[in-house]
């Protein structure tokens, strides 16, 4: 039983959270709650905060109508039993109604075996006279084969029927299973653990007071995510900047004002710093007694502003936020040095069960330019790529998986770097088939009299381009000559139309521009030089 003195000097603060900021493995919590003062309270307590708390990340303000010093907080550890009656009996009327479902199959299944035994009993007993009967040509060729089948379609129709009874009967064994483990599991009690924080203070006197606490969390994180929609007819890519929000801290985040950040406090502000490397032989493993955890230091804490101050404050922020027209659907963007945060409109709602939660930061159209590349020697098509210029103006667009759907229809998936405000990058946007490309060896020449003591073969190609799409196309077409690695072997290009000089690598490429249902061709012709003793290895081509 609780101390009445105790009791009333201790009150318990009902808060909520009304804020969160969410960064890549981590986040910051803000709960808020008004307390009636009466002047004799030494403790204010938040209850239900979860264990994943990191403990020096505690802080505490607040404001009020009377003066409030803040003195210091702690943690207290509760256990509680989680109340199980409800799902239990929620449980239980499953596993019955899924029972009742397979005693009803098996009154099915022993029906369908007492009709198979009749038509077999049927069957014996008119072997013999329906062998005399057509033995005597009283029964037609054609009587006695709608019998035959008759006998044959009711055995066939039965077994059927029992089968697909009896796999629906092993599917509701595999449910009833998983419910007989579930039951089990929650009848099990065991306790749900807990911190409450502890908030020392000393009131001047009677009135309402407003307490603020903020902690990190661990098991929360975020990562973006980009939807690229796009048309060929079109120089626009529309994009979709969206934020892919996962926690399991142990308290849902409902209503409450959500900020993104690409800061990373998990990696500190100092480099790391190295400990001397020790090595030692084999020693006798000691065993520490567990010690329980340390409830949370003393902490500094905000000075609480005057009332007025702080309700002036409150007016001009609504004020503020009443002038933001209720359409714009996006993130309010701000940067500090390397850090980027999102403010989010709307509440969030992000329950803590692990699971992804999207949620859109803004959506934006973006100039891109098309063009497209082939390698023939590989692949016999064209790929599609997109060149895009983020806005001066605009959001950094973080690292992340980038879905790419064209005229609507999803193609694949791409990922994007680090994209600064101003700065271009490049989509790969996938094989488009309306580029039609054709390449063939035309010939292979080895010259039969020695050339310089030279044994001399050449190759010839010939590529054949269609554009079979509506409008202009810009293509860049790569192809390669063998790169030789020793000394005695030449490889030279001969003749290429259109003319081109050779790269590095033996890499060859021709940038072409094709007007609609246009079609144009390329030939090159190298040759390669060695030794007739040399065997040469790779020109199987």
């Not at 004799?40 to 905060?49: A, H, N």
């Not at 340390?294 to 101050?309: D, H, K, N, R, V």
């Not at 063939?440 to 799409?469: A, C, G, H, M, W």
Request: with cysteine; hydrophobic share 35%; aromatic share 6%.
């Amino acid at each position: 039983m609780v101390n009445p003195e105790i009791q009333s000097w201790r009150k318990t603060v009902e808060s909520e959270i009304v804020a969160v900021t969410v960064y890549a493995d981590r986040a910051l919590v803000t709960r808020r709650g008004v307390v009636s003062l009466t002047g004799i309270e030494r403790e204010l307590v938040i209850t239900s905060v979860p264990v994943t708390l990191e403990t020096e990340s505690v802080r505490v303000s607040g404001t009020g109508t009377v003066g409030v010093r803040l003195q210091g907080v702690s943690s207290d550890r509760i256990y509680t039993t989680e109340p199980v009656a409800e799902r239990v009996a929620h449980l239980t009327r499953q596993i019955q109604q899924l029972e009742a479902e397979k005693r009803h199959l098996q009154a099915q299944i022993d029906a369908l075996a007492l009709q198979s035994s009749f038509i077999e009993g049927l069957r014996e007993k008119t072997e013999e006279p329906f062998s005399q009967s057509l033995s005597r040509k009283n029964l037609s060729l054609s009587e006695t084969l709608d019998f035959l089948n008759f006998l044959g379609s009711q055995y066939s129709e039965y077994a059927i029927a029992s089968g697909e009874c009896k796999a629906q009967q092993q599917e509701l064994d595999k449910q009833l299973q998983a419910l007989h483990i579930s039951l089990q599991k929650i009848q099990t009690p065991h306790p749900k653990e807990s911190l409450s924080l502890v908030v020392g203070v000393e009131a001047a006197g009677e009135g309402e007071f407003e307490l603020e606490v903020s902690y990190l969390v661990n098991r929360a994180s975020w990562t973006p995510l980009y939807d690229l929609r796009f048309s060929t007819t079109s120089d626009i890519v529309h994009l979709s900047y969206l934020a892919e929000i996962t926690q399991s801290s142990g308290e849902d985040w409902i209503g409450a004002s959500l900020t993104l950040s690409t800061a990373k406090p998990g990696l500190g502000t100092l480099p790391p710093k190295l400990d001397p490397w020790y090595i030692d032989s084999p020693s006798p493993r000691l065993f520490r007694q567990r010690g329980t955890r340390p409830s949370l230091p003393t902490i500094a804490l905000q000075a609480a502003a005057p009332a007025g101050e702080e309700n002036s404050q409150e007016e001009d922020e609504v004020a503020q936020d009443s002038s933001i027209p209720a359409e714009i659907i996006a993130a309010q963007v701000s940067k500090e040095g390397s850090v980027v945060t999102f403010k989010l409109n709307g509440g969030g709602n992000i329950p803590s069960d692990g699971a992804p939660h999207k949620t859109t930061i803004f959506n934006d159209d973006y100039p891109c330019k098309f063009d497209y590349v082939a390698m023939p020697r590989l692949v016999s098509f064209a790929y599609l790529q997109g060149n895009v210029k983020n806005s001066p103006n605009g959001a950094t667009l973080l690292p992340g998986k980038a879905n790419i759907f064209r005229n609507n229809v999803f193609i694949g998936a791409t990922g994007l770097e680090n994209i600064a405000p101003g700065q271009e990058f490049k989509l790969n946007l996938g094989i488009d088939e309306g580029l039609k490309i054709e390449r063939d060896l035309v010939e292979r020449l080895v010259d039969k009299r020695l050339i310089s003591n030279q044994r001399r073969i050449t190759y010839s190609y010939r590529l054949i381009i269609t554009n079979l799409l509506e409008q202009q196309v810009k293509l860049k077409v790569t192809e390669q000559l063998p790169v030789s690695r020793n000394e005695q072997i030449k490889v030279r290009l001969i003749r290429s139309n259109p003319q081109i000089q050779l790269g590095e690598m033996g890499i060859l490429e021709w940038q072409l521009t094709l007007a609609p249902q246009e079609r144009q061709e390329i030939y090159y012709q190298f040759n390669v030089e060695h030794p007739p003793e040399l065997t040469v290895l790779g020109l199987d081509i």
